[in-house]
């Protein structure tokens, strides 16, 4: 069984940073696929960022793409998030999830298998 834990969450303000970091564990994580995903109150889990096996191919959401880097410690059985020019939109709970499949699509939350419990995130403007 996959555990992911989270950490690195916290308030910053506007045009801050912050990195996330997801802990994997029961299996190694370059035998998985990732994926980072947030959910603000009131609305539907979004696709942030996704990063493949080897760490070798990363993709991002238009929202995030220039501010955010998905990376992979396969050595330390680790994925990290580095947001930065964070802004108040950003706000969320974010969560990490892997796939260790076939047929990963990867900004979708139903295609991963194993998820974090999650870590919020809060932008203040």
């Known amino acids: 069984q996959v555990r992911l834990v989270e950490s690195g969450g916290g308030l910053v303000q506007a045009g801050g940073s912050l990195r996330l970091s997801c802990a994997v564990s029961?299996?190694?994580?370059?035998?998985?696929?990732m994926g980072w995903f947030r959910q603000a109150p009131g609305k539907e889990r979004e696709w942030v960022a996704a990063?493949?096996?080897?760490?070798?191919?990363?993709y991002y959401a238009a929202p995030v793409k220039g501010r955010f880097t998905i990376s992979k410690d396969n050595t330390k059985n680790t994925a990290y998030l580095q947001m930065n020019s964070l802004q108040p939109e950003d706000t969320a709970v974010y969560y990490c999830?892997?796939?260790?499949?076939?047929?990963?699509?990867?900004?979708?939350?139903?295609?991963?298998?194993?998820w974090g419990q999650g870590t919020q995130v809060t932008v203040s403007s």
């Open positions: 029961g299996r190694p994580s370059s035998e998985c696929a």
């Open positions: 999830a892997a796939y260790d499949g076939n047929s990963w699509i990867i900004d979708s939350p139903k295609s991963y298998d194993y």
């Open positions: 990063i493949s096996w080897s760490g070798d191919d990363t």
